[in-house]
């Protein structure tokens, strides 16, 4: 979750070495999010993101698979979410612009498979939530638990689905979730992919990591986070990295001015920048 650079709130900070790489698949909720084409759910995989090859409609169903591991492996909570009615949260969703709920979602058909444990997202910084925010968030949690119970669900599995649950994974995921931006199936014109675009149409869908989640921010970062074929999120240094140096990445657009980053990150993430770039006023 995001950290100060002023060291009152960082844990141990990630630090290189030429004998560790990371690379690592999503702590499953990765999410295709709204609005999107009616076709992008037969496009990309329903677990793992990755674009579907070629044109014909090997789907089997509501949603695309990309192989049979990724089907076995979706089907306990894919299987509890093709249970439920989700037209009133979709509704909701949709007409708002919302979609964090939807990993929301898909937490809860997987902590109620057993795929996941309630308490999965814990270890993550939560955000810093304003009073309108957790009236919203209420409203949202209703409409998540009234659909569950209007499908039959018995109480016993959806026991951990609280006001409090809900809210304290939404704060989680509001800051831990990465934009899922396919580039390409090779490492081709990754620097120019570095500054995201805030409305980039290439965004498949959100996904919630652990380590990447520990990364600290710099407007000016040593390193990026990029997928190229699925889900599975990769590390990329932007420039040379010495042994020992801390890596650090840029949790908004770094194109923005100084003004304009210092206001997201202070009320979308809860601290103030004080990196070099912005201490230069750049």
């Keep these: 979750g995001p950290r100060s650079l002023d060291g009152l709130r960082r844990p141990r900070s990630l630090r290189y070495s030429p004998h560790r ?20 759910p037969r496009e990309v995989c329903y677990r793992c993101l990755k674009r579907k090859a070629g044109k014909g409609d090997d789907s089997r169903g509501d949603c695309y698979f990309c192989s049979d591991a990724c089907r076995e492996h979706a089907e306990g909570f894919h299987g509890i979410q093709k249970k439920v009615d989700w037209s009133l949260l979709d509704d909701h969703c949709s007409s708002r612009g919302l ?32 009073q309108g925010t957790l ?13 569950f119970r209007k ?3 018995q109480e ?3 026991t951990f689905l609280t006001k409090q649950w809900y809210i304290n994974i939404l704060a989680r995921i509001r800051v831990n979730a990465f934009r899922i931006e396919l580039v390409a199936s090779s490492y081709e014109d990754l620097l120019s992919s570095a500054v995201a675009s805030v409305t980039c149409d290439a965004s498949v869908g959100n996904a919630v990591y652990m380590l990447p989640s520990f990364y600290n921010h710099d407007c000016d970062p040593n390193t990026h986070i990029v997928w190229l074929e699925n889900a599975d999120a990769k590390l990329k240094t932007l420039r040379d990295i010495d042994e020992g140096e801390e890596l650090r990445i840029c949790y908004i657009d770094t194109s923005m001015d100084v003004n304009a980053r210092q206001k997201i990150l202070t009320e979308g993430f809860g601290f103030q920048c004080r990196c070099q770039r912005c201490l230069s006023g750049d």
Excluded: N
């Excluded at 309630?118 to 939530?129: G, K, S, V």
């Design 21 to 40: 790489h990371w690379r690592g698949p999503p702590l499953g909720a990765a999410s295709r999010h709204p609005p999107f084409p009616l076709s992008l």
């Design 99 to 130: 979609k964090y709920p939807y990993m929301v979602r898909r937490l809860a058909c997987m902590v109620i498979s057993g795929d996941v444990g309630a308490d999965c997202l814990d270890i993550l910084q939560p955000a810093q939530l304003h």
């Design 135 to 147: 009236i919203e968030m209420e409203e949202e949690f209703e409409l998540l638990k009234s659909t």
């Design 151 to 153: 499908a039959g669900f």
């Design 156 to 158: 016993e599995l959806t």
